[in-house]
Structure formats: structure tokens, C-alpha cells
């Protein structure tokens, strides 16, 4: 909701008003999430490192021999996707796998549904891909099972299916360690002290509950004078302009907002700007363009947490090799994180996505 400069300004004389020790915890009790169980696949399986995923010399030969073919299906898209899909790309390429199709489900079950249906026609050896539904996509990626392809999946399982059964492998991210350092980047953006917002993924989606859960727990257990004051979910990105207007409108005290992923945020950042507010800080996870070129002009966006894209890629298609070898993989895998401010933008941008930051955010760091 887009507020004029005298509403602006009546929040302005809210927030000196509002002392921190009035600020009333919007949770009334403590999180229930376990900060002391190791990141584990949706099946509970433990994480091997995603660097231990290697093929011998003879085994990349017999690959390329066997003149395979492969589709990427991812969830959605985005600077982080386009990593994704370099790595896999790259690795493929290495391997002799060619890529026969490619498609973006936009976040829609029945969308994945179709994408699946129509590279199933194309006849691929195996599928790369991130599940949008853990349920619907079960039903999907059953046909690819019965076709014999052999399936590799980021992020998110499918209810249900069973690695080195009716999947290879999944690789992602640390999201709880991404988690507790998005609560450290929130506690070092607001000095230790303030009303935060938390508007956090509301659907099972194993990478954002892991992510959004830990953020929560460590913010309440570690960091005292952060108070989640307001809590809200989403499920469609461009929910959040909407959510955070409502949230400074009824909590003006509000210093911190985290926001689940990058895109997502971008609503976030346009509610700041349309309600007049330079004082909130934005904390969340993953690299994009607009937020990088706001976080290196000295906007809203403090910092981000990102895992490392490119490496999931290469390792996906690493294990799709491992599949049509039949060699027994891990069943569930991970790579590292990093934390970006406007400090380290240019460094983080380079080892997460794998390529140079865009020449307009350079330009604004400069």
C-alpha cells in the first residue's frame, strides 16, 4: 500500500516513540526447530560433501561413449537458475550428454507437470531437475521412472521416492547454516537491537523451511535483542510487496525485514521505497541483480546468504552420470554458503554464480 509523505512522517515520530523493551514478540512461544541436528535429506539421510562426487577418467569415457542425452527442469528462474543451469550445462558438455530440453515451470505444479510430459517425448537418458511440489511432482516424475530415466534433483525430494531407487541423488545447499548466517546478517545490520519483520516461505519446501526455520530459532536463541515482532508467509513472490506494506503499517518500529529468497525480496525493497522508509534493513538469501545493484548503492538490502549454484550444477550432472553407470551414489549432497554485503559483493557474486558481477552494480561500488 503506498503511503504518502505525511503518513511517512507520522511513522518517523512512531519509531522514536516506541522504546525497544515495549516491543511484544509476535511468536508466544519459542521455536520448536532443532538447531542441533546436521543438515539431512527430506529423507533424513546425512550430507556428504558435494566436492566427493568425482568420476575416474574411464568412467567419463565409457559416459561420452554412450552418446546420452539429458533435460533440465528446473522450478523457476533467476540469476541463481541461470547459475544452475552453467554448471550442469558445462559438466554436461564434458561429459557427452547433449541437452535435448529445457523449461521453467514458473513455480507451477501442473506447469512441471506438463514440462515433464514434454521432454518425456524427447526420449532423455535422464533428467536434471527441482521438484516446485513435493506431491504433485511425485506423481510427474513417476512416468519419468517408468521410462527408465535416470533422475537427479536439486533441492526438493518428491513424497515418497526413495534414492538409488527412483532417484539418484539431491544436491543443495547448507540451509540451515544459510539460516543461522542470515541471523547473524540481521544482527549485524540492526547493531544487536530491534523489531524485526520475518516473512518467511509458507508451503513444504524442504530448502526454505530449513532456511526460514533456523533463521527463526537462531534469531530467538543467540541474538536477544532482535524481536520478531510481525510474521508472515507467502507463497507467490508477488505477495511481498503487499505483506511488508501491511507490516510497517501496523509495526512502524520495525528496523529488519528477512525475506525468504532474493526475488521475493524485490517487493520488499519496493514497499521500503513507496512508504518512505531508508531506516530497514532487508536480510535473505540468494544473488540477484536488482538486489545487488540496491545493496551496493547503500539501500535496503544489508546482506544476503548464498549457497553455490554453479556447483550444484556440475555435481547433478556428475550424478547423472553416476546413474546411467550405475554406480551407487550419495544419496544426498551439499555445497558451501557465503555471506554478502555490500563489502564483499563483488567476491561473493563471483564464487556463487560463477561469473563477473553485472557492469551496473561494479559501477554503483565504485
Known amino acids: 500500500m503506498r503511503r504518502t509523505l505525511a503518513a511517512a512522517a507520522l511513522t518517523a515520530v512512531a519509531l522514536t516513540a516506541v522504546p525497544a523493551a515495549a516491543q511484544k514478540p509476535f511468536y508466544d512461544t ?6 542441533g541436528k546436521p543438515e539431512t535429506s527430506p529423507n533424513g539421510e546425512p550430507a556428504t560433501p558435494a566436492g566427493q562426487i568425482a568420476l575416474t577418467p574411464e568412467e567419463v569415457a565409457k559416459v561420452q561413449a554412450g552418446h546420452y542425452s539429458a533435460a533440465r ?5 533467476g540469476e541463481w537458475y541461470n547459475a544452475l543451469s552453467a554448471g550442469a550445462e558445462d559438466r554436461l558438455k564434458e561429459l557427452g550428454i547433449a541437452v535435448v530440453a529445457r523449461a521453467d515451470a514458473q513455480f507451477d505444479p501442473a506447469k512441471q507437470t506438463n514440462d515433464v510430459e514434454t521432454a518425456l517425448a524427447l526420449k532423455p537418458s535422464a533428467i536434471l531437475t527441482l521438484i516446485v511440489d513435493p506431491v504433485a511432482g511425485a506423481e510427474a516424475f513417476r512416468r519419468a521412472n517408468a521410462a527408465g530415466v535416470k533422475l537427479v534433483l536439486a533441492d526438493n525430494g518428491a513424497q515418497g521416492f526413495v534414492a538409488g531407487k527412483d532417484y539418484v541423488g539431491i544436491v543443495t545447499g547448507d540451509h540451515i547454516g544459510m539460516g543461522r548466517a542470515a541471523a547473524q546478517l540481521m544482527n549485524d545490520a540492526l547493531g544487536g537491537k530491534g523489531a524485526v519483520g520475518f516473512i518467511y516461505h509458507d508451503a513444504e519446501f524442504f530448502v526454505t523451511n530449513n532456511r526460514d526455520g533456523a533463521f527463526r530459532a537462531v534469531l530467538e536463541k543467540d541474538h536477544p535483542g532482535l524481536v520478531i515482532v510481525d510474521a508472515k508467509g507467502f507463497t507467490a513472490e508477488p ?13 512502524p518500529e520495525i528496523k529488519g525485514i528477512y525475506v525468504a529468497w532474493d526475488v521475493a525480496a524485490e517487493g520488499v525493497v519496493e514497499a521500503l521505497r513507496a512508504a518512505g522508509r531508508t531506516d530497514v534493513k532487508i536480510v535473505t538469501h540468494d544473488l540477484g541483480a536488482n538486489n545487488a545493484l540496491d545493496m551496493a548503492k547503500g539501500g535496503s538490502v544489508y546482506g544476503t546468504v ?7 550444477g556440475q555435481a547433478m550432472a556428475t550424478l547423472a552420470a553416476y546413474g546411467l553407470l550405475g554406480k551407487a551414489a550419495p544419496p544426498f549432497s551439499t555445497v558451501g554458503l557465503v555471506k554478502a554485503t555490500k563489502s564483499n559483493l563483488a567476491a561473493a557474486w563471483e564464487q556463487s554464480l560463477h561469473k563477473p558481477l553485472p557492469d551496473t552494480v561494479k559501477t554503483a561500488l565504485q
Open 239 to 251: 505477495q511481498t510487496f503487499d505483506i511488508a506494506s501491511a507490516m510497517l503499517q501496523q509495526h
Open 73 to 77: 527442469l528446473w522450478a523457476g528462474s
Open 306 to 312: 548464498a549457497d553455490m549454484p554453479y556447483e550444484v
Open 30 to 35: 519459542p521455536s520448536s526447530f532443532d538447531l
